[in-house]
């Protein structure tokens, strides 16, 4: 019973822990490591080239950005993105450390349309039934490529900023099993979700119908009912969670917000809070209208409808939407980092 209540306990600190994470695209700097063939100057910027490749699939949330054209223009100059690097050695390897700047690429992200990822890392729940199955009846095969598979996913996992759980399979998970998976994985999964807080799931099978192992493992994700391998189902389904919460400016619209903030208790601040908005994606002009107290009142000039202001104002660390009398204008609590 202790052991229950010790697992759920670890299951919800993993799910407010997420909660109170930066919102990763918005981040000032970015160091991204990776190994490199050699020390010369093509090795260098092969090296700033896979390193700027993995850094926009986490910006934009999407592993296939890299075939969009202006992307692959983007490449040719790696280094334009880039404040400083390092190489050092380990065990034999080169491993170059680039630091990439965040305005920089969010200003490229926008200027072209692409999409921008504005959420912390979704949770996922995974159900491999060859990892349930007791040590004494496993097959040797089947354990390997369970194993193999598992090690897949974390790697995967930590690639596209996700978090990963699984069901305790306690009696309730084990109930439903036998009622609902030998219908089909997909009513089992659905429902066992609802119980972890997350309707993201994938689940994957090593043997096929007739109890032989694959070669290849098949996955079935929340987003997609086909079988594929787990490095297809696993990018399609961050893919499609990631889309929901992207951001995509539109510079065809143009708008001026009105917003209020708070807190504003020294020059320094305001000049924080003049800066960090004037940096955002959407915004192209920031003035300062009136300065009463601790309140500053600013004018946005930003791309897209409020909407989409508001929508990337509320998830930055340092502003806390607080309620306002006028629909007209959004205030905020600047909260100092």
Not at 3 to 24: H, M, S, T, V
Not at 126 to 138: L, M, W
Not at 187 to 194: G, P, Q, V
Request: glycine share 4%; charged share 25%; with cysteine.
């Amino acid at each position: 019973m202790l052991k229950k209540a010790w697992l759920y306990f670890l299951f919800f600190f993993a799910i407010n822990a997420l909660e109170g994470n930066e919102i990763y695209s918005l981040k000032k700097s970015y160091e991204v490591d990776v190994f490199i063939d050699g020390t010369d100057q093509t090795s260098i910027k092969e090296g700033m080239q896979k390193g700027l490749s993995k850094l926009l699939i986490s910006l934009s949330g999407n592993s296939d950005i890299l075939e969009n054209r202006a992307i692959q223009t983007m490449l040719i100059s790696p280094e334009n993105y880039i404040s400083q690097y390092k190489l050092e050695s380990e065990d034999q390897n080169i491993i170059g450390t680039f630091l990439f700047q965040g305005d920089s690429l969010r200003s490229y992200l926008s200027d072209n349309e692409l999409p921008l990822w504005l959420s912390d890392e979704p949770l996922i729940l995974i159900y491999f039934p060859c990892s349930q199955i007791q040590e004494e009846i496993i097959q040797l095969g089947e354990k390997e490529k369970c194993l193999e598979i598992e090690k897949e996913l974390l790697t995967l996992s930590s690639s596209r900023n996700s978090k990963i759980t699984r069901p305790l399979m306690d009696l309730r998970d084990i109930r439903d099993l036998n009622i609902l998976n030998s219908i089909s994985s997909e009513r089992f999964m659905t429902k066992i979700s609802k119980r972890y807080v997350t309707e993201n799931w994938l689940t994957c099978l090593v043997k096929d119908k007739f109890g032989l192992l694959m070669d290849i493992p098949a996955c079935i994700s929340s987003k997609n009912l086909e079988f594929s391998s787990l490095n297809d189902s696993f990018n399609d389904l961050l893919n499609k969670i990631n889309l929901k919460k992207s951001l995509i400016v539109d510079k065809s619209k143009i708008n001026i917000s009105k917003i209020k903030v708070t807190g504003v208790d020294g020059f320094l601040v305001l000049e924080k809070i003049l800066e960090t908005l004037n940096s955002q994606v959407l915004t192209f002009d920031v003035s300062l209208d009136e300065l009463e107290g601790d309140v500053a009142s600013i004018s946005l000039s930003h791309y897209g409808d409020k909407v989409d202001l508001n929508n990337l104002l509320i998830i930055h660390s340092d502003f806390k939407k607080i309620k306002s009398k006028s629909q007209d204008i959004i205030s905020y609590n600047y909260i100092k980092s």
